[in-house]
């Protein structure tokens, strides 16, 4: 960074390098305290100020993680049930979901069943519809067949009965 802080224009580079020597700084009196934390050197204030910030009494603070530890514990329990019910409850959910669908693949079988059924009868309506009106020309037919015959028998008995008179 220092390198590349030099090779900038002097208005900003004069800015640059100061911040850059302000964070230098910084990071060796962090280093320095680093180094004293580490080595154990560390004063009875520094101690009590890690232990709960300025609670000099070990125990009080021991008793006050242990308070906060079993809220938390609680908290977390009551998560976990909450997450059991949640996940009851998708199961339940879930046999009801197949459960419908199982009765809807039956319903639908039924539906098609029936369908089927329909064309079937659809086609033997039609079929029967054809032979009724087959039937019904012919009768038709045999009833014009029968009334010229009976015609034809009246004329014949007449024109024999007529000849009969006039000989």
């Known amino acids: 960074m220092d390198l590349e802080a030099r090779s900038l224009q002097p208005n900003?580079?004069?800015m640059l390098l100061a911040k850059?020597?302000?964070?230098?700084?910084d990071?060796?009196?962090?280093?320095?305290?680093?180094?004293?934390?580490a080595?154990?050197?560390?004063?009875?204030?520094?101690?009590?100020?890690?232990?709960e910030s300025g609670m000099a009494d070990t125990l009080t603070a021991s008793t006050n993680q242990r308070s906060r530890l079993v809220m938390t514990t609680e908290r977390l329990n009551q998560s976990s049930?909450?997450?059991?019910?949640?996940?009851r409850t998708m199961l339940e959910?879930?046999?009801?979901?197949?459960?419908?669908l199982q009765d809807l693949h039956s319903q639908r079988q039924a539906l098609l069943h029936a369908n089927n059924t329909l064309h079937g009868v659809d086609d033997n309506i039609g079929?029967?519809?054809?032979?009724?009106?087959?039937?019904?020309?012919?009768m038709n037919r045999n009833k014009w067949i029968i009334g010229i015959?009976?015609?034809?028998?009246?004329?014949?008995?007449?024109?024999v009965l007529y000849f009969k008179r006039v000989k």
């Not at 850059?20 to 700084?25: I, N």
């Not at 080595?39 to 232990?51: W, Y």
């Not at 959910?93 to 419908?100: A, C, Q």
């Open 12 to 14: 900003v580079k004069t």
């Open 20 to 25: 850059l020597r302000e964070y230098k700084s």
């Open 27 to 37: 990071l060796n009196n962090l280093k320095s305290e680093v180094k004293r934390i």
């Open 39 to 51: 080595s154990g050197n560390i004063n009875p204030d520094a101690r009590d100020q890690l232990l």
């Open 81 to 87: 049930d909450r997450i059991r019910d949640s996940r």
């Open 93 to 100: 959910t879930e046999e009801l979901g197949v459960s419908i």
């Open 127 to 138: 079929k029967s519809k054809r032979i009724l009106t087959a039937m019904s020309r012919r």
């Open 149 to 159: 015959i009976i015609a034809v028998l009246i004329i014949t008995i007449a024109a």
